[in-house]
């Protein structure tokens, strides 16, 4: 067993941490989020270093990175409170060419991902569904006869409806969109994982601002005819690829948690330091002082499972990553509340305002809480695994042998 | 021990229930319903509304324009207020100066500073905080030199809510640098109008500007100005801090934020069924609801030792107050935390531009913003850390 990162990874680490410290400050982030909600000049940036190409297979221009690599970068992200589209793009993005795109696909966009040249966003959330991925009511119909069959080209589909808070929606290039060819609005089979040309006729993108300095969008889609070359996955089998490719996401967020938990507990320590009042360091008074302790435990917790999830996300067994997936969630929620919430509190009145970078670290990680499932749904999913107990004996088991 | 309000109390009830049914005007209830940010032109409305009703201060006394209720009437009155979603009173003149200035001032100050307050005319602002006092507010620094029948300030007060609407500021500066921190501090009236005050807005994390930065250069400030003695500031202050604190505990408003917080659960969906019949949430809900059930008995066993503490001519809660305000406000916490949390990801859209109508946009918008922006009553108002060290001292005797 080794913990220890490899000496490309401490590389990635060091010149991406570089990077931004010199070309991404708060200051400069500030700008851009009051400003047009990304910089081209970061993301030229970031694809120059090769960032793009990490999640990218080798034969399609990238470097076939591990859950581990991806970890290294997104917490390196969310050390820097990166505002680009790098989530939506080369983590969702590419993982849906990846797990379900076709030969032709991923020749025809990975490429493009790994140099920086295309972006990419996921439209899957809709007003209804809260953290239900199946929860999809945007519809896909085959072609017929009818006003909205007959959009839909041979072979092809008529897509109808909307979807809310996509991440990036308005900066991307194409957005993959899930939309219900069959069944329920509940339903897990009936969903179909298509990619849309944002510039299609029929696509409407209304871009805002998020609360964590994102961008997000609403997507609506009226009479959008795609063909069967648009499909990602299985028609009618899309739930699986929207599953695998949460996991992704999910591990890639614990990782941004973890960066910027870590930015949060260095600061909060430093003005523990720093402040005075009484005429010592506030740092001297022992409720504060337990606060930070735990505020280190809680980080250490949840950075244990982000780590074993950016190894597990990699995993052929389902039922493994399932489960280190949901506990890295549940854990990092947990750790996000706590460390979030204390570090407002250790800071006082300046813990309040927009001019230091910890509170935009408290609105980003409050956020990751609310993106690709809560603490509770992803406490109720390993429950629901069923194997808690079978899995303990198991480990008690070979612990043993 | 009887639980329940007198038939009195229930009548006294329905004729404010009906009061404000007929008053409080359709839009400015809907924007605070709806967690909208007011202007000062609507919270001013409002509090002249109230005070031409001689509502606005119940905690004065009768010949300064109070109502003479007993403590369960105020306790009722906030309760109402807060139940049908009215402005906010703003403490700073009514529940802060006004109270100080009736105690320590002389004739002339409370004959021309009270009725102002009562209307409305002057809108007040708290000067306490400086950058390097907060929780050590006995520490602050902004200096007053008597030059003969002025006083010359000079300095720096900071948080200071609401500052670029006021009139009037209400400061803790000191006077005498050489004795012990807590007895060179006075208390002064300033005019916000005076040469050499500038304002500066502090942006908050929700993108809000309810606070701000007050510098004083070379102001000069009347003499007449001064409240009490030289020097005695810090015992103002003091009571200040002391008076009408049964309202801090806010259980009227978080009564009203969990029947909203229960709507919007009830409007999510997850397995299929509401949030609120989902047992992992309702839970939570419950919990909360069992919390705020207790914290509201304890400020009814509050207000009426109170009660009994006025009828013998007894003053008001003492320490127990910091019980109210630390439990107050983690009901208040928890509650916006729940909101955001059965909102999924719809918490993410940040429509600033919509915070300030109700009708645009959806009652679930600013609720995000709400949840980050009450982060601050942990912090202000004495810290519920400062709170606590009142609690292990004043009370427990550590
Ligand atoms: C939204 C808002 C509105 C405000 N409005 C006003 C206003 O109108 N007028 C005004 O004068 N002030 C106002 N304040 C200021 C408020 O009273 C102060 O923020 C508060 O007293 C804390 O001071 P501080 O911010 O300097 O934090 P600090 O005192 O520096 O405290 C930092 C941290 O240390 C902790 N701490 C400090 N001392 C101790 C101790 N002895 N033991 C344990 N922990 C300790 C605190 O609890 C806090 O967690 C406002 C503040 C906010 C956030």
Partial sequence: MDFAFSEEQTQLRDALRRYLSQQYTFEARKKIIHGSGTSDAAWTGLAELGLMGVPVPEPYGGFSGTGVDMLVVMEELGRGLVVEPYFATAVMGAAFIKHGGSDAHKTALLPNVADGSLKLACALTEKQSRHELHNVMLSGTAQGNDARRSAAPDNGFSLNGSKTVVLHGAQADKLIVSARTS?????????TVFVVDKAAAGVTVHDYRTIDGMRAADVTLVNVGVGRDAVLGKVDEGYALIERVAQVGVAALCAEAVGCMAAINEQTIEYLKTRKQFGVVIGKFQSLQHRAAEMFMEFEQARSLAYLASVKVDSADAGERARAIHAAKVRAGRAIRFVGQSAIQMHGGMGMTDELAVSHFFKRISMIEATLGDTDHHLAAFAALGSVQENTTAQAAALTA | MELNYTAADEAFRAEIRTWLNAHLPADLQAKVLGHRRLSKQE??????TVAAKGWVAPGWPVEWGGTGWTPTQKHIFDEECAGAGTPQIMPFGIAMVGPVIMRFGNEGQKRHYLPRILDGTDWWCQGYSEPGSGSDLASLKTRAERRGDKYIVNGQKTWTTLAQHADMIFC????????KKQEGISFLLINMKSPGITVRPIVTMDEDAEVNEVFFDNVEVPVENLIGEENKGWTYA???LGHERTGIARVGGSKRELAFLKSVAAEQQVDGKSLMQDMRFASKVADLEIELMALEMTVLRVVSAESHAAAQGKG????EASLLKVKGTEVQQRLTELMVEAIGPRALPFHVDRFDDPAKG???DPLAAYYFNYRKTSIYGGSN?????????MILGL
């Fill in chain 2, 362 to 364: 959806e009652a679930i």
């Fill in chain 2, 316 to 319: 008001g809660p003492g320490p």
């Fill in chain 2, 385 to 393: 850390e400062i709170q606590k060290n009142i609690m292990t001292q």
């Fill in chain 2, 43 to 48: 919270f001013l409305s409002w509090h002249k």
């Fill in chain 2, 172 to 179: 803790l500066v000191r006077t005498d640098p050489e004795v």
């Fill in chain 2, 238 to 240: 003091k009571y200040l």
């Fill in chain 1, 183 to 191: 069944g329920a609005a509940r339903d897990k089979s009936g969903i």
